[in-house]
């Protein structure tokens, strides 16, 4: 098989084995895939299909028991922990279900953190850091702890830590299943904007169909293998689907602030 | 990564469990503090001793008669009556490094004068004692070669028993008696302060023949001990050797056979108590470390505490890229800071300590750079050690395993 330089992730028989005790669990299983730089992907699978191995492999947390992965064509299958660390620091930006902010620090300060540890100067951070927030449709919120966000704020402030480094992919696990509609589907129009106009690759890792159908592909993982990879034809438009939803779900972020402060 | 923004993050995360860091640092705080203080002691003893040898006169040597050593059989010190006059008189004369030589006897004796008493150890000596003990009169004078031929009922008091016979009046000249025998006031001492707890002023000196001819019971020519100054303290080794050639000379002792005397050098005495004092600031010193260790064993509990705490904090660092390394430089770096502003309140703590013990006893007040330096690098040292612990379990966390953590 050979790799195009247009090819961002390339996965070659990847084979991903849990030894506890005596029973072997065979999570992935010679799986192969391919994807181009500015793609969006949508993994897919039921639980226990092997999808979140599989985001673990492509996010450098964890490494295929055989077979070869190659992130921007180097191969990072046999790598340790501090280069896997670089990678993930360099190429991947993670956003996650549940936010994963440092609690108690600044919006702006857990937005620099990726650029602390690529040894980024304080006053490029800071710039760097606001003009992430910026993108996301945060500047006003800049010094606002964790919790004085709403959950849709939040992860805006997880993908502007993601983006802040220029990664080569955004990955993202369950980005919209601790959101409402509404916000889940503002989170969407962040992701194709950028996928868009700067022709990110996007991967989302997702159950729901909703959310799958933003992506132009999807890709299906049954039983450690993938069952189907296919182009959505009737992709959906985030900025559009905003535009239809009803009015009144436009202030759920002040209500969920509102409930955080009552309880 | 540079070492200030893990700094900045490592006082943040500090600072937000105020109460906590605080009570851990409280453990090595006290832990130095102790340190610093006993040490601190320990070297002001050490130089009170010094100081108090210097003044007795560190170029001092005695011989007593007899021989601890002689066979492995103790006979105890003074137990003959080895010792002559002549012997004296031969050792100041033949000893280039003597400067000057006199018999020293004892007595105890009750003194009067008027309705007043006060119990005294007399030393019987010879004319030179002022120039041996480096200890004029301050009063009067101090009795003759002829006074000490004669054996003449004469006596310089310390200023401690001219206070108590005398008070405030002027003693030369008076007549007091000792052991109903009357004997004139000469002179009184110099004031010398106390020697190890003991009052040196509280003494009395009369001629050593007096005391031979008047105040021993049976009388013989022994002289008890001598007293020996040495023309420096540097020469102190070289007089010893000299006397005890001198005198196995004159005692006709055969090569082989022990000496039948004891030259007893004070420089040798102020080494032994120096070393005393040392050995009790080592006793102090490792006690007070142990709280020390006590106080690092409270960090490492607590860094462990954090760890749990913060491992999904250690999960998202790691994804982002954190290496392992700097997770472990991050918790160490807490703990070293921790220790380290344990180890300065400490130092305040335990000099504060030490400067009130030593106002107090009126010792030298000693915080040496040497004790400071021990205790910054134990804190540092405590900080490393028991924070390597929790900072490896930190960095040795699964990245997966740590972001899912609740």
């Known amino acids: ?263 | 990564m540079n070492l200030w923004a893990i700094l900045k993050i490592a006082i943040r995360a500090l600072t937000r469990n105020k109460m906590r860091s605080a009570l851990t640092m409280l453990g090595i705080i006290i832990g130095v503090g102790a340190v610093i203080a006993m040490v601190s002691i320990g070297q002001g003893a050490q130089s009170m001793i010094q100081t108090q040898i210097n003044s007795m006169g560190s170029n001092m040597l005695f011989v007593v008669p007899g021989n601890v050593r002689a066979n492995g059989v103790s006979q105890g010190l003074g137990a003959a009556a080895t010792l002559t006059e002549d012997d004296v008189v031969a050792i100041e004369r033949e000893v280039p490094t003597v400067l000057a030589a006199s018999p020293s006897l004892r007595a105890s004796a009750q003194l009067v004068f008027g309705n007043q008493n006060w119990n005294v150890q007399l030393v019987g000596a010879n004319e030179k004692f002022p120039k041996i003990r480096n200890w004029p009169t301050v009063n009067g004078a101090f009795y003759t070669a002829a006074d000490v031929r004669g054996a003449e009922r004469v006596i310089v008091l310390g200023h401690t028993v001219a206070e108590k016979l005398f008070g405030t009046a002027d003693p030369v000249g008076e007549s007091i008696r000792v052991r109903n025998l009357s004997f004139r006031v000469i002179g009184v001492l110099e004031t010398k302060g106390s020697t190890f707890g003991q009052d040196q002023d509280d003494t009395a000196v009369v001629p050593f023949t007096t005391v031979q001819k008047k105040l021993q019971a049976r009388g013989t020519n022994s002289v008890g001990q001598a007293m020996i100054s040495a023309v420096s303290p540097d020469a102190t080794t070289l007089v010893q050797q000299q006397v005890e050639d001198l005198l196995r000379q004159r005692h006709r002792i055969v090569e082989g056979e022990p000496d039948d005397f004891t030259v007893r050098n004070l420089a040798d005495v102020a080494a032994a108590g120096v070393q005393l004092t040392t050995i009790m600031t080592l006793l102090l010193g490792s006690i007070a470390g142990i709280s020390l260790i006590v106080g690092g064993i409270g960090i490492m509990n607590i860094m462990l505490v954090s760890v749990t705490e913060r491992t999904r904090e250690i999960g998202i660092r790691m994804a982002v890229g954190a290496r392992p390394s700097y997770i472990r430089l991050q918790f160490l770096t807490e703990s070293v800071v921790l220790s380290l502003a344990g180890g300065a309140l400490g130092m305040i703590g335990g000099g504060g300590a030490a400067a009130a013990i030593a106002w107090y006893l009126k010792w030298p007040s000693l915080v040496s750079g040497l004790a400071v330096a021990i205790a910054f690098g134990f804190s540092t040292g405590i900080g490393i050690f028991f924070g390597y612990y929790p900072a490896h379990k930190a960095a040795a966390l699964d990245p997966i395993e740590a972001l899912r953590y609740e």
């Not at chain 1, 028989?13 to 849990?18: G, N, Q």
């Not at chain 1, 992130?71 to 190429?91: C, F, I, P, Y």
């Open chain 1, 1 to 263: 098989m050979e790799g195009s330089s247009e090819d961002v992730i390339r996965i070659e028989r990847v084979s991903k084995v849990y030894q506890t005790g005596d029973i072997h669990v065979n999570a992935l299983r010679s799986l192969s895939l391919t994807i181009r730089r500015g793609e969006f992907v949508a993994i897919m699978g039921p639980s226990g299909s092997g999808k979140s191995t599989l985001m673990n492999i492509i996010g450098c947390l964890d490494r295929p028991t055989r077979g070869k992965y190659y992130l921007e064509n180097v191969d990072v299958s046999t790598m340790g922990k501090a280069q896997l660390a670089d990678v993930r620091n360099k190429h991947v930006g993670f956003v996650f279900q549940s936010f994963n902010l440092v609690t108690r620090t600044s919006a702006l300060e857990n937005v620099e953190l990726p650029m602390l540890y690529a040894g980024v100067s304080g006053a490029e951070r800071h710039r760097r850091a606001r003009e992430a927030l910026a993108t996301v449709g945060l500047s006003d919120r800049e010094r606002n702890m964790p919790s004085q966000l709403s959950g849709g704020q939040q992860q805006r402030v997880a993908l502007a830590r993601a983006l802040v480094n220029n990664p080569s992919i955004i990955l993202a696990d369950e980005p919209t299943g601790a959101l409402d509609t509404r916000t889940s589907v503002e989170m969407m129009e962040i992701f194709q904007r950028l996928n868009h106009e700067r022709k990110l690759t996007v991967i989302i890792v997702t159950h729901e169909l909703d959310i799958s159908l933003y992506a132009e592909r999807v890709i299906q993982v049954r039983d450690g293998k993938i069952a189907s990879d296919e182009h959505v034809s009737n992709r959906y438009v985030a900025s559009e689907v905003l535009e239809r939803l009803p009015v009144y779900a436009a202030d759920l972020d002040e209500t969920e602030e509102t409930e955080k402060e009552l309880s």
